[in-house]
């Protein structure tokens, strides 16, 4: 922490100490912490007992994913979720096909590895295809190998996998972009949108800011306000992340494709990254995909769930999405009260942060002051400043507790933070006029004890 000698005044007026303590006007830093809870639509919860325990649970939104039912055909959905909302305000998001091909029709089929199979795929898939090219399925889950293309089938061999079944999610590793960002349906599906109740719309494998631009390009007349939220799934997603949030109003942290097309060991530093990102350019990230994966089967979240669920909410996410948990789980209504559960503990602990920055009082540029001791409670602070107050930089002192020194890095290793460290005086002071010299317009925290 900066300890800076009594009854100094810096000549920008930016900052006013003296032995009493610090004045000048308190930053004003939003308002609490908001988020949304969507939940995807399919049999397991079309059960209108399970929709109202889902609602009020705290639940609100609602994805349908349209690769496994056409819009024409989502009018009882609709139906149904209205009755269960009892007057509830909620969000739906259509999930597009995009890119994102599926298995065709076929009786699930067991598989293990080495084994030789002959495989029916779309003709977006086996018109690219050669032997050598790895095919992935269900998420990745299922891995294959091309070994030769027959008249209507790929003849693949199983590197991973047990079981493959119609309906799954399929790719061509590395060739995604061959693809046009819309598929006919969607072009199809767009068209009725007019007057329906729709918020948003979920592009998969959105590779650039063109992309978005062509579905925005593509909404016909009264749908202008609906929000285009890009899904980056992949590694051209995540190269051009920067551009895609200069066109889309809201991010989809898909982690499922993500993590199959990208080494699944980059995957935390990648959520890190995106949600720093988003939170950068103020564009809201969703994040998605197995949040709560185990309660497809269990009554209960893991451990390792609850803290992946909670970290995301610290990490500044402003939604998560159930997806299979709910849309085919036998436990659905209790993901959502797991998942709200979960999210509000996290959002108690961004709040204290918000009350504590609230607490101090600001200074250059909106700045704060803050007297930190390398508790955890302080190193909370410090992680959740750049989020509260949308800055990045931070002023500490050369000397500053290992604990604090120890956050300072991790964060500004991951693109959460800048920050200046001052160097100190014999007594341990700092003096104003390096600290003056150090604020910048985008500083959030100011490490700072007042002797």
């Known amino acids: 922490m900066i300890w800076i000698k009594n009854a ?28 949304d809870y969507f939940a995807t639509l399919g ?58 091909l599926r298995l065709g029709p076929m009786i699930p089929l067991l598989i293990s590895p080495d084994e030789i199979l002959s495989l029916p795929v779309p003709k977006e898939i086996y018109a690219p295809a050669q032997p050598g090219d790895i095919l992935l399925a269900d998420d990745g889950k299922v891995r294959l190998l091309v070994l030769e293309k027959s008249p209507a089938a790929l003849v693949c061999r199983v ?7 119609g309906g799954k999610n399929l790719c061509l590793a590395g060739k995604e972009e061959m693809l046009p960002p819309l598929s006919r349906e969607d072009l199809e599906t767009i068209a009725m949108l007019p007057g329906s109740p729709v918020w948003g719309l979920m592009l998969p494998f959105t590779h650039s800011r063109k992309d978005v631009a062509v579905l925005r390009e593509s909404l016909p007349a009264g749908t202008e306000k609906l929000r285009l939220l890009a899904k980056i799934e992949n590694e051209q997603g995540v190269e051009h992340l920067n551009e895609i949030l200069t066109e889309a109003d809201g991010i989809i942290l898909a982690r499922g494709d993500l993590g199959v097309h990208l080494p699944l060991e980059m995957l935390p530093r990648l959520q890190k990254n995106i949600l720093t990102a988003c939170s950068r350019k103020k564009v809201p990230c969703i994040v998605a995909t197995e949040l709560l994966a185990s309660m497809e089967s269990r009554f209960s979240p893991t451990r390792a769930e ?17 997806t299979n948990e709910t849309a085919r789980g036998a436990y659905p209504a209790q993901a959502m009260e797991w998942l709200v559960r979960i999210a509000r503990e996290a959002k108690k602990a961004l709040e204290q942060s918000r009350e504590t920055l609230k607490q101090c009082l600001g200074c250059g540029g909106g700045a704060l002051l803050f007297t930190a001791s390398g ?10 400043a750049p ?28 693109g959460r933070c800048t920050y200046t460290l001052l160097p100190v005086d014999e007594d341990g002071s700092v003096s104003p006029e390096a600290l ?10 100011i490490s700072v004890m007042l002797a």
């Not at 590197?159 to 079944?165: A, V």
């Not at 609850?306 to 159930?322: I, K, Q, R, S």
Request: glycine share 8%.
């Open 306 to 322: 609850v803290t992946d669920v909670y970290n995301a909410v610290l990490e500044g996410t402003e939604g998560l999405m159930l």
């Open 436 to 445: 003056e010299a150090a604020i910048q317009p985008d500083t959030c925290l």
């Open 375 to 384: 508790s955890e409670g302080n190193n909370t602070v410090l992680r959740s």
């Open 43 to 100: 049999p397991a919860c079309l059960k209108k007992e399970a929709l109202e325990r889902m609602f009020l649970a705290g639940m609100t939104g609602l994805r349908i994913n349209l690769n496994h039912r056409p819009w024409t055909m989502c009018k009882d959905w609709l139906t149904l979720v209205d009755q269960a909302s009892e007057g509830r305000p909620w969000k739906l998001l259509l999930d597009l096909r995009g890119r994102g």
């Open 8 to 35: 100094i005044l810096c000549k920008k007026g930016v900052l006013a100490l003296k032995h009493t303590g610090v004045y000048t006007e308190k930053k004003h830093l939003g308002e609490p912490v908001l988020m």
């Open 387 to 414: 989020i509260v107050t949308g800055k990045r930089h931070i002023i500490a002192s050369a000397v500053e507790h290992p604990a604090i020194l120890n956050t300072l890095k991790d964060m500004a290793a991951l």
């Open 159 to 165: 590197e991973s996998g047990l079981q493959l079944e």
